[in-house]
């Protein structure tokens, strides 16, 4: 054996590639690397740390211990109902060989899969003989439930970095005392929603008094964002990123006292959901305050009017740096069904968007709200006069323009010529102008100009008629594209179901003459450089 083999580091970084059966992932990742450590002396060591590295129950190490120590509860025709629990209690060497393995362990998650842990096994585990965790080199632990509370304190390692737990378990001042003084490290909080989806009388006190001391937190999730946790959260000097909803009875009145003009001063990711009519309360909170963001997602219930949309767009663009902000998303959550028909969808132009083209270094902008959107070529010429560098732009993907586009072939030729960087698009275009039938193709090249990179494009509730003549005109102005669809499932106009599925075929037709014609067209481009070169 080369004497490489012998370096922890190369045996380490080998281990780790070893793939996962496709139909049995666990079983048969985890049977090669028992194997390496079963029969190689020197592979031993790193190959059990890469199989215990990360578990996604805890039941696989009690499984290590003596089987005199454990069982699994069985009904009353001998099938395991999935509970877990001890025959007697844990002997010192019973808990050598648990940290033997559990030493090893760097990710944990807890949840509800079988077999699930009966309460003396718990409790036991919640007791071992030394003072430290039980897990001494954890660095990642998910906790989904509340029947592992009692475990937590134990869990909870110097070596910590990223958290996930239920709601409850912030409201206990216990864990959150020792998860302050355990957990110096940590940098990545996910705090679980609760079974009511509000926040209880004890997060509102606990959990502000507790994000104050994680001094290197970086990352937040929670469920219910309230004036106190704002406040909190805009003095920490690391937190790069937060995610959350803002809570229904938010006042902004109670926050401009406290918020200083320059806010949150590391942030550059910022993910909110919004309940109800909340847009202009957050409106109100943007206008509070000055980011630095690079990201900035949005997400809601009810869609908002074109002026709620002006008002909020304005107060983004005025409280960030127009050169870092450079990711957008405004969806709905919405479904087909909670909304009316075409004449009561509100109408949005291109004037709504006017106040983000202050945001000069945009590449990517997701906007999908159940509305008309009433777009033509002159509004992409101009869309892309302010967004050169766009690598993504979606515009309503899944909830349909509604009425029909007004962006034709030309205005979509003029977005790829004027944003070459763009990869990702979802787009609702006007093909009548060649749609054609395949005898009456031009013979001149529309997009023999562009050095288009467009992978993924998907044209929204566009019509088409010739399949054949759609797919010559995208493999001309689209050279690399490879996925190409047209999404009807959540359109809301005037067609009717057997039309839906007419143009859903058609552009499955498309999808399936694409590649033909792509292979057709480098053949012809290789032939001509190659005649060029003679």
């Not at 709504?352 to 008309?372: G, I």
Request: hydrophobic share 40%.
């Amino acid at each position: 054996m080369h004497r490489c083999f012998s370096i922890v580091e190369v045996q380490l970084a080998i281990f780790r590639q070893i793939p996962d059966d496709f139909l049995i992932p666990w079983v048969r990742r985890h049977t090669t690397l028992a194997r390496l450590a079963r029969t190689c002396r020197t592979f031993n060591s790193a190959a059990l740390d890469v199989l215990w590295e990360n578990l996604n129950s805890i039941t696989y190490l009690i499984r290590c211990l003596p089987q005199d120590l454990w069982k699994i509860s069985s009904g009353r025709i001998g099938v395991s109902t999935g509970q877990m629990v001890f025959q007697r209690a844990m002997f010192r060497s019973d808990w050598e060989l648990f940290f033997r393995y559990s030493s090893r362990i760097r990710t944990l998650r807890l949840d509800w899969t079988s077999p699930r842990l009966d309460n003396n096994i718990i409790i036991a585990l919640s007791q071992p003989p030394t003072p430290g965790p039980l897990i001494p080199r954890l660095k990642v632990l998910s906790v989904i439930g509340e029947e592992y509370l009692p475990l937590l304190q134990s869990l909870l390692a110097h070596s910590l970095v990223k958290i996930s737990l239920p709601s409850l378990a912030v409201q206990s001042p216990n864990i959150s005392k020792h998860l302050i003084s355990t957990c110096p490290l940590l940098k990545d909080l996910y705090i679980q929603a609760s079974a009511g989806g509000f926040p209880s009388a004890g997060d509102e006190k606990i959990l502000p008094e507790m994000l104050s001391q994680l001094h290197s937190l970086e990352s937040l999730t929670y469920h219910a964002i309230d004036e106190t946790l704002i406040v909190t959260l805009s003095h920490s000097p690391f937190l790069l990123t937060l995610s959350g909803e803002l809570q229904d009875n938010l006042r902004i009145e109670r926050l401009g006292p406290h918020l200083a003009p320059l806010t949150f001063p590391s942030l550059v990711s910022l993910t909110l959901g919004l309940a109800d009519n909340k847009l202009s309360v957050l409106t109100s909170l943007v206008e509070l305050m000055r980011f630095n963001l690079q990201t900035a997602r949005f997400t809601f219930d009810v869609p908002p009017t074109p002026d709620m949309l002006y008002l909020f767009f304005t107060a983004l663009a005025n409280a960030c740096d127009s050169e870092r902000l450079s990711y957008i998303s405004f969806i709905s959550e919405s479904t087909y069904g909670d909304w009316p028909l075409d004449d009561g969808r509100i109408e949005l132009s291109l004037s709504t968007f006017k106040p983000l083209f202050a945001l000069s270094n945009m590449q990517s902008f997701e906007f999908d709200v159940t509305c008309n959107l009433s777009l033509d070529d002159n509004a992409m010429e101009t869309l892309t006069a302010h967004w050169p560098r766009l690598t993504n732009l979606s515009l309503n993907a899944l909830s349909g323009w509604g009425i029909e586009s007004a962006v034709t072939h030309r205005g979509l030729i003029k977005l790829l010529s004027r944003c070459p960087s763009l990869t990702r698009l979802a787009l609702a275009v006007d093909f009548s102008e060649v749609d054609k039938p395949p005898s009456l193709i031009s013979s001149s090249r529309l997009g023999s100009e562009l050095t288009s990179h467009l992978q993924h494009v998907n044209f929204v509730s566009s019509t088409i008629n010739f399949p054949f003549s759609i797919a010559a005109f995208l493999s001309d102005i689209c050279p690399r594209v490879i996925w190409v669809s047209s999404y009807w499932e959540y359109y809301e106009g005037e067609l009717v179901e057997s039309e839906f599925e007419v143009y859903s075929a058609k552009w499955e037709e498309v999808k399936q003459l694409l590649p033909g014609f792509l292979a057709v067209r480098r053949q012809y481009s290789s032939t001509s450089e190659g005649r060029r070169a003679e």
